[in-house]
Nanobody, 124 residues
């Protein structure tokens, strides 16, 4: 079992930055690929970024490439999402997710464990 707790969301102006953190509990954290997803109001939950078990491989949605960076610290059981050059269209609830396996997938049904979400609001 894995429990995930996100933090770091908030209100920021366009062009600003935020760093989201996801603290995981459970001794198998280092065996899991992790992902960040987001869900804007009234829309579906979409893949944002993913990172492999080792941290060597990452994947990003086209809409965030070059602006967002996913990383992990396995010693701290934590995954991060650094978000730069934020845009109003980045406004959403951001969710951390963990899957049973070491590879990244961009589909939400591949992830078995989810955090409660953290709100990110970008004002224009």
């Amino acid at each position: 079992q894995v429990q995930l707790v996100e933090s770091g969301g908030g209100l920021v102006q366009a062009g600003g930055s935020l760093r989201l953190s996801c603290a995981a509990s459970g001794r198998t954290f280092t065996m899991r690929a992790m992902g960040w997803f987001r869900q804007p109001p009234g829309k579906e939950r979409d893949f944002v970024a993913g990172i492999s078990r080792s941290g060597v491989t990452t994947s990003y949605a086209d809409s965030v490439k070059g602006r967002f960076t996913i990383s992990r610290d396995n010693a701290k059981n934590t995954v991060y999402l650094q978000m730069n050059s934020l845009k109003p269209e980045d406004t959403a609830v951001y969710y951390c997710a963990a899957r049973e396996g070491s590879n990244i997938y961009a589909t939400s049904h591949e992830y078995a464990y989810w955090g409660q979400g953290t709100q990110v609001t970008v004002s224009s």
